[in-house]
């Protein structure tokens, strides 16, 4: 059953009483949280992801809740969310109004912590024909929009954050997750595609303005599908710049894989078998561009290897 | 969290084979808690019960095999840097707990997670040992003036070092238990007792004085967090060496030649509770004999029991909390005389906030 | 002390070190190398790759090491290219691949 059958209040009490197995693809992530307006966002955002029903096990477990003081209070100006994942808080509490961000931010740390089993790389990642487009890169390096972008225009989305490799195969597995935009990239999103589902814009967060857009339906139904790489793109933004698109030598393309990797150090000979084959099987290259139609036929053009 | 579960599943690996997906819900989060997950994996692989396991879980598992093989990869390498270091200085390398475990080939280490190289050397030659390290390249952790003070004068080993390159923490001791408190095993008799294994200048304590050495340690730690899994170290040993025909008597000779009957008595105490770990009747009439009266028995098995609960690292239940509050005392107590702990308490609380 | 390729006549003989176990990927004209020994990964020119190779193999000292890089890589002899072997040496015994080979 997807979680937009649910009715609200349905939602809004499961989410409160022990949490709700959201089925995310590789990830079964339980939520639970007692704030109404976060239940809303899950709603818009997640409303095509499955429930899981079955079984109880789920990989990451994760709370956000208004943290208690001192006293058993809970502050009633200026209220607080805290996330609370496996009942371990890494994070300072948050304004509430940025609970929503707060949940996806402790989603990707549950990943980066405890996906072993992947080698996973800091990258978005989209599909067509069969193949994945890797676009691996520091936040900021436009790669949320760029993302956004192609996955509203007939790419299908398989992560705007998370590359997970699997060893055994060296293919992709989608997590379709929502993607976070900020500031600018926020109306950007909204003029390329108007009917996108975008959650309401947090203002004055720590990255500025932050908004969520929510999956393609088509992208989440088909999380059961992973596919082999093809490119992998380094994308650098350039206002104005005419758009560029080169060839890496592939050991530097090694090196610059293994750089936006969460975990490449610690899989050792695992860890450098897999980006290997990757790299073997992958054309790479480095990837300047002004705007997203650029980016769209560009990368739409590039050639199998 | 129920660690019924979790406890079980130590003690009967085979056990594992027939939980149910939220069961395991459970288990894996409390093995990554306390750092068993790779524990938790090797016996359930030992059992051969991986196969039953659902296939999410059994995934997480394999992952934390390969993970923990991949530490002891990483712990080899840095104890043959450890080796060339200090070659110059004629010491036999004497290894502690995990690295020795490792090395020696022990079932202890089977799923062991551990990051840290723990070794024995004379107090003689700790500032020659330090030295040759800060040479080769390793460097000590940035402490306030008062905790180095604290570690040179008042304890057991050395300040933590690492080498920048790959930031593995090297403990240096120069004892088990620190020289200011109550219990004062004599290092030398370790010393002269430790084997020799792989032929390359390595050693390890002798197999009663592991036994002992890890029995000590669980008590005596401030960190209550790694209690279950000393505990499980233990229970690993015991299982090992216990079934050879005289370990039973020599283990007694070494608790009591060591001083360390007492702290001996209640980590096997806990570990038959816990595990079911069997001890040999010689060693059981030996460590009775140091037994504290009944009262203070039974106030320290409900302490102790409460305090190894492995419940969420950053906000364990009341009682556990209160539990682990206690214990804590009680070992500054053992590792300080009173006027240094009053000092050293009052710095602790009242200066900066702990490292941890 | 981290020993240093010595000037003197008598030269010291050098192996790849203990514990290390490396693999090798190739592209292009470069290299990547794997040690599992202690989880690094290095990137290598042509020559810096040959020298490693050689030594993987067998214990050498510099000039030999030299000798037989000219040999395997069909190069024209050349001072310069000892003297830059030395160097790589010494490079490759900071990183930790390279000890010298007890007698």
């Given at each position: 059953m997807k979680l937009g059958a649910l009715s609200a209040s349905e939602l809004t009490a499961r989410l409160a009483r022990g949490g709700l197995d959201v089925d995310t693809g590789p990830f079964v992530v339980r939520v639970e949280t007692e704030i109404p307006a976060l239940a809303d966002e899950l709603r818009l955002l997640y409303q095509d992801f499955p429930v899981d029903e079955g079984d109880g096990l789920a990989d990451f477990h994760v709370s956000v809740r208004r943290p208690a003081g001192p006293l058993g209070l809970r502050r009633w100006w200026r209220q607080q969310a805290m996330a609370y994942l496996d009942d371990v808080r890494p994070f300072e509490p948050l304004p509430i109004g940025m609970a929503l961000p707060m949940l996806e931010w402790s989603i990707n740390w549950c990943a980066a912590t405890q996906a072993n089993h992947y080698v996973m790389i800091h990258a978005a990642v989209l599909e067509r024909d069969g193949r994945a487009l890797v676009l691996p890169g520091?936040?900021?390096?436009g790669k949320s929009t760029l993302c956004a972008g192609l996955a509203l225009r007939g790419w299908r989305l398989?992560?705007?954050?998370?590359?997970?490799?699997?060893?055994?195969?060296g293919q992709v597995d989608p997590w379709p997750r929502p993607i976070s935009l900020k500031n600018a990239s926020i109306e950007l999103i909204r003029r390329w595609a108007p009917d996108a589902g975008l959650s309401t814009p947090v203002p004055n967060t720590n990255k500025g303005t932050v908004a969520h857009l929510r999956p393609p339906v088509g992208s989440v139904a088909r999380t059961g599908e992973p596919a082999m790489p093809a490119w992998i793109v380094f994308p650098t933004f350039a206002r104005d710049a005419a758009p560029r698109l080169t060839r890496l030598p592939r050991a530097r393309a090694f090196f610059k894989l293994a750089d936006c990797s969460f975990n490449y150090e610690s899989l050792g000979l695992r860890g450098f078998t897999t980006l290997s084959r990757m790299i073997d099987g992958c054309d790479a290259y480095e990837f300047t561009y002004s705007s997203l139609e650029d980016a769209l036929s560009l990368l739409g053009a590039l050639p199998l290897p | 969290m129920d660690r019924a579960v979790f406890l079980r599943a130590l003690r009967e690996p085979a056990s594992m084979g027939g939980l149910a997906p939220a069961e395991w819900d459970v288990l894996l989060r409390q093995g990554r808690h306390v750092g068993a997950l790779g524990r938790l994996a090797a016996l359930a692989a030992g059992a051969g019960v991986l196969p039953a396991v659902p296939s999410r879980a059994r995934v997480r598992l394999e992952a934390a095999l390969e993970d923990v093989e991949q530490q002891h990869r990483l712990i080899r390498w840095e104890v043959i840097r450890l080796r060339r270091a200090l070659a110059g200085t004629g010491l036999p390398l004497v290894l502690l707990k995990g690295a020795a475990y490792l090395h020696a080939g022990l079932?202890?280490?089977?799923g062991r997670q551990f990051s840290d190289v723990d070794i024995l050397v004379p107090r003689a030659s700790l500032h020659e040992v330090e030295a040759a390290l800060l040479r080769e390249g390793w460097k000590m952790e940035a402490l306030s003036a008062y905790d180095e003070r604290y570690y040179r004068?008042?304890?057991?080993?050395?300040p933590p070092l690492a080498h920048p390159k790959r930031h593995v923490m090297l403990d240096v001791h120069h004892n088990i238990l620190p020289p200011t408190g109550r219990l004062r095993p004599d290092p030398r008799l370790l010393l002269e007792a430790a084997v020799p294994v792989t032929g390359d200048g390595l050693r390890v304590l002798g197999p009663a004085d592991m036994v002992v050495h890890s029995a000590c340690h669980l008590l005596q730690s401030?960190?209550?967090?790694k209690s279950l899994r000393d505990l499980g170290d233990l229970d690993a040993l015991m299982r090992q060496f216990g079934a050879a025909p005289r370990f039973g008597d020599e283990l007694a000779a070494r608790a009591a030649a060591l001083d360390l009957e007492r702290p001996l008595f209640y980590a096997l105490r806990f570990a038959a509770r816990l595990f079911g770990t069997p001890i040999p009747e010689a060693t059981a009439r030996a460590v009775r004999r140091a037994a504290p009266p009944a009262l203070v028995r039974a106030a320290m098995d409900r302490l102790f029991a409460a305090a190894v609960?492995?419940?969420?690292?950053?906000?364990?239940p009341r009682r556990t909390r209160l539990a682990r509050a206690v214990l804590t005392v009680r070992y500054h107590w053992l590792r300080m005389p009173p006027s240094l702990l009053a000092r050293h308490l009052a710095h602790k609380i009242g200066g900066r906030r702990g490292r941890g | 002390m981290i020993p240093s390729a010595s000037r003197d006549s008598s030269e010291a003989n050098w192996r790849l070190a203990e514990g290390c176990r490396l693999h090798w990927k190739a592209w292009d004209d470069e290299f990547v190398i794997f040690d599992e020994g202690s989880g690094d990964t290095h990137l290598l020119d042509p020559l810096a790759a040959e020298v490693l190779k050689v030594l993987e193999e067998s214990p050498e000292e510099v000039s030999s090491l030299a000798h037989r890089i000219v040999a395997r890589l069909d190069l024209a002899p050349d001072s310069d290219l000892t003297e830059r072997v030395r160097e790589l040496v010494e490079r490759f015994v900071a990183l930790g691949l390279v000890e010298p080979a007890r007698p």
């Amino acid at each position: 059953m997807k979680l937009g059958a649910l009715s609200a209040s349905e939602l809004t009490a499961r989410l409160a009483r022990g949490g709700l197995d959201v089925d995310t693809g590789p990830f079964v992530v339980r939520v639970e949280t007692e704030i109404p307006a976060l239940a809303d966002e899950l709603r818009l955002l997640y409303q095509d992801f499955p429930v899981d029903e079955g079984d109880g096990l789920a990989d990451f477990h994760v709370s956000v809740r208004r943290p208690a003081g001192p006293l058993g209070l809970r502050r009633w100006w200026r209220q607080q969310a805290m996330a609370y994942l496996d009942d371990v808080r890494p994070f300072e509490p948050l304004p509430i109004g940025m609970a929503l961000p707060m949940l996806e931010w402790s989603i990707n740390w549950c990943a980066a912590t405890q996906a072993n089993h992947y080698v996973m790389i800091h990258a978005a990642v989209l599909e067509r024909d069969g193949r994945a487009l890797v676009l691996p890169g520091v936040t900021g390096a436009g790669k949320s929009t760029l993302c956004a972008g192609l996955a509203l225009r007939g790419w299908r989305l398989f992560s705007d954050e998370f590359a997970l490799i699997r060893p055994a195969d060296g293919q992709v597995d989608p997590w379709p997750r929502p993607i976070s935009l900020k500031n600018a990239s926020i109306e950007l999103i909204r003029r390329w595609a108007p009917d996108a589902g975008l959650s309401t814009p947090v203002p004055n967060t720590n990255k500025g303005t932050v908004a969520h857009l929510r999956p393609p339906v088509g992208s989440v139904a088909r999380t059961g599908e992973p596919a082999m790489p093809a490119w992998i793109v380094f994308p650098t933004f350039a206002r104005d710049a005419a758009p560029r698109l080169t060839r890496l030598p592939r050991a530097r393309a090694f090196f610059k894989l293994a750089d936006c990797s969460f975990n490449y150090e610690s899989l050792g000979l695992r860890g450098f078998t897999t980006l290997s084959r990757m790299i073997d099987g992958c054309d790479a290259y480095e990837f300047t561009y002004s705007s997203l139609e650029d980016a769209l036929s560009l990368l739409g053009a590039l050639p199998l290897p | 969290m129920d660690r019924a579960v979790f406890l079980r599943a130590l003690r009967e690996p085979a056990s594992m084979g027939g939980l149910a997906p939220a069961e395991w819900d459970v288990l894996l989060r409390q093995g990554r808690h306390v750092g068993a997950l790779g524990r938790l994996a090797a016996l359930a692989a030992g059992a051969g019960v991986l196969p039953a396991v659902p296939s999410r879980a059994r995934v997480r598992l394999e992952a934390a095999l390969e993970d923990v093989e991949q530490q002891h990869r990483l712990i080899r390498w840095e104890v043959i840097r450890l080796r060339r270091a200090l070659a110059g200085t004629g010491l036999p390398l004497v290894l502690l707990k995990g690295a020795a475990y490792l090395h020696a080939g022990l079932p202890a280490s089977r799923g062991r997670q551990f990051s840290d190289v723990d070794i024995l050397v004379p107090r003689a030659s700790l500032h020659e040992v330090e030295a040759a390290l800060l040479r080769e390249g390793w460097k000590m952790e940035a402490l306030s003036a008062y905790d180095e003070r604290y570690y040179r004068e008042w304890s057991h080993e050395l300040p933590p070092l690492a080498h920048p390159k790959r930031h593995v923490m090297l403990d240096v001791h120069h004892n088990i238990l620190p020289p200011t408190g109550r219990l004062r095993p004599d290092p030398r008799l370790l010393l002269e007792a430790a084997v020799p294994v792989t032929g390359d200048g390595l050693r390890v304590l002798g197999p009663a004085d592991m036994v002992v050495h890890s029995a000590c340690h669980l008590l005596q730690s401030g960190e209550h967090d790694k209690s279950l899994r000393d505990l499980g170290d233990l229970d690993a040993l015991m299982r090992q060496f216990g079934a050879a025909p005289r370990f039973g008597d020599e283990l007694a000779a070494r608790a009591a030649a060591l001083d360390l009957e007492r702290p001996l008595f209640y980590a096997l105490r806990f570990a038959a509770r816990l595990f079911g770990t069997p001890i040999p009747e010689a060693t059981a009439r030996a460590v009775r004999r140091a037994a504290p009266p009944a009262l203070v028995r039974a106030a320290m098995d409900r302490l102790f029991a409460a305090a190894v609960e492995p419940g969420p690292p950053q906000d364990p239940p009341r009682r556990t909390r209160l539990a682990r509050a206690v214990l804590t005392v009680r070992y500054h107590w053992l590792r300080m005389p009173p006027s240094l702990l009053a000092r050293h308490l009052a710095h602790k609380i009242g200066g900066r906030r702990g490292r941890g | 002390m981290i020993p240093s390729a010595s000037r003197d006549s008598s030269e010291a003989n050098w192996r790849l070190a203990e514990g290390c176990r490396l693999h090798w990927k190739a592209w292009d004209d470069e290299f990547v190398i794997f040690d599992e020994g202690s989880g690094d990964t290095h990137l290598l020119d042509p020559l810096a790759a040959e020298v490693l190779k050689v030594l993987e193999e067998s214990p050498e000292e510099v000039s030999s090491l030299a000798h037989r890089i000219v040999a395997r890589l069909d190069l024209a002899p050349d001072s310069d290219l000892t003297e830059r072997v030395r160097e790589l040496v010494e490079r490759f015994v900071a990183l930790g691949l390279v000890e010298p080979a007890r007698p």
